[in-house]
């Protein structure tokens, strides 16, 4: 019995001791619980903000009317959050826009993205009838010879995009495109490696052939 009860007590000093703090952690977040979601965008405040900070530039319903700036209107949330936040950090450099997101909120940024999402996108229109053949072929085939894939791969066909990955170009201005693409190219536009390959292979042409083809696509 003596032997027992030693065992027993010697068992007892091995057993791993659990602090008041560390039971208190573990009763609060269980192994394996999931993170709480992030909260649902007000789309009324980000209308607000888009009208106070966005609208001038970018249109009262998010599709511009000026050629050199985007049309944001039904572009894809993720995608806007993830550009207000470079431009924010300086990864993406644009005097005006980094001025501009530079008193934007983590949450005013979300709320404005997917309240411009929401926003019903306005066709735009090929200008460029001798150019739009080429932009086709490069939209949807890329170019072979010089490893430049096709823009639909990643835009989709229809220029839709692929939400959280790639953006919608569906309807976009031409001068903005062909400035971006420029940017990519010259190593001004530094957010994306991908773009920054296929810009390098493309030469000013191909550029305004795509960047028109990509205008008027539906």
Not at 28 to 46: R, Y
Not at 125 to 150: H, N, P, S
Request: net charge positive; glycine share 8%; proline share 5%.
């Amino acid at each position: 019995m003596k032997s027992l009860a030693l065992l027993l007590i010697a068992a007892a000093l091995a057993a791993p001791v659990l602090t008041a703090s560390a039971a208190e952690h573990a009763a609060a977040k269980p192994a394996g619980a999931a993170t709480p979601a992030l909260a649902k965008p007000d789309l009324a405040k980000g209308g607000e903000k888009f009208t106070a900070v966005c609208a001038a530039c970018h249109g009262a319903d998010g599709n511009s009317g000026i050629p050199v700036n985007p049309k944001l209107a039904q572009q894809h949330p993720e995608y806007l959050v993830k550009q207000l936040q470079e431009f924010k950090s300086g990864k993406r450099v644009n005097a005006t826009m980094q001025a501009m997101a530079a008193g934007l909120s983590d949450d005013d940024m979300r709320n404005i993205a997917y309240w411009a999402a929401s926003q019903k996108a306005k066709p735009g229109f090929a200008k460029d009838k001798a150019l739009v053949t080429l932009g086709e072929r490069i939209y949807r085939g890329g170019i072979a010879e010089r490893q430049v894939a096709a823009c639909a791969g990643c835009h989709s066909p229809n220029g839709a995009g692929i939400p959280s990955q790639y953006p919608r170009l569906s309807g976009q201005h031409a001068d903005y495109t062909v400035a971006q693409l420029t940017s990519f190219r010259e190593g001004v536009r530094q957010n994306s490696v991908q773009m920054a390959q296929v810009a390098a292979r493309l030469n000013d042409r191909e550029m305004k052939a795509v960047a028109d083809y990509i205008a008027g696509l539906r």
